[in-house]
T-cell receptor, first 113, second 111 residues
Framework: AQSVTQLGSHVSVSEGALVLLRCNYS??????LFWYVQYPNQGLQLLLK??????LVKGINGFEAEFKKSETSFHLTKPSAHMSDAAEYFC???????????FGKGTRLSVIA | AAGVIQSPRHLIKEKRETATLKCYPI?????VYWYQQGPGQDPQFLIS???????DKGSIPDRFSAQQFSDYHSELNMSSLELGDSALYFC??????????FGDGTRLSIL
């Protein structure tokens, strides 16, 4: 069975500080990994995806994530937080093809001015 | 670019009533997924369709059913509604092996 664990249900950073949101996965086969962002009362927007082409994945809004097989991790980072980054972030995994996504519990990011 | 369209955006029902949620996928996407997100929860997979055939089934109650039509839009039918069905219901669509794109959801409130 595949699953993801997000460490920290709430992360708070100052504007301009580094953002680090943690995600560890559990999968019996090489997984497809994703980060989605959800703003209040909105749907989930794809930030970035890992599909084995490259271990460092760049996404939208300045976010990136690094796939580390040895650590079974796919942490999301952004060098400098902006107030508009405040949202809920979900890490998700799926095996392949058209299989459903399995989401982590989410991490709420707050950005302090 | 066209996105996934869900209707209605908000729906208020009473217990034991029925509800129908609609989803219009991105053109040419061949797979539709339904997810349920309770308050403060992560989205949970309900059911999916590939080329109008059910492909995967998750934690969908027997009171719920869904189908995908010839024009690829999908409907989630919910009967005997319970208070616990209050949630955000998301539809997502994708091409095979491509990421899923989500609609803005339908917020269902059961009184």
């Amino acid at each position: 069975a595949q699953s993801v664990t997000q460490l920290g249900s709430h992360v708070s950073v100052s504007e301009g500080a580094l953002v680090l949101l943690r995600c560890n996965y559990s999968s019996s086969v090489p997984p497809y990994l994703f980060w989605y962002v959800q703003y209040p009362n909105q749907g989930l927007q794809l930030l970035l995806k890992y599909t084995s082409a490259a271990t460092l994945v760049k996404g939208i809004n300045g976010f990136e994530a690094e796939f580390k097989k040895s650590e079974t991790s796919f942490h999301l980072t952004k060098p400098s937080a902006h107030m508009s980054d405040a949202a809920e972030y979900f890490c998700a995994v799926r095996l392949s093809g058209n299989t459903p996504l399995v989401f982590g519990k989410g991490t709420r990011l707050s950005v302090i001015a | 670019a066209a996105g996934v369209i869900q209707s209605p955006r908000h729906l208020i029902k009473e217990k034991r009533e029925t509800a129908t949620l609609k989803c219009y996928p991105i053109p040419r996407h061949d797979t539709v997924y339904w997810y349920q997100q309770g308050p403060g929860q992560d989205p949970q997979f309900l059911i999916s369709f590939y080329e109008k055939m059910q492909s995967d089934k998750g934690s969908i109650p027997d009171r719920f059913s869904a189908q995908q039509f010839s024009d690829y839009h999908s409907e989630l039918n919910m009967s005997s509604l319970e208070l616990g069905d209050s949630a955000l219901y998301f539809c997502a669509s994708s091409l095979r092996n491509q990421p899923q794109h989500f609609g803005d959801g339908t917020r269902l409130s059961i009184l």
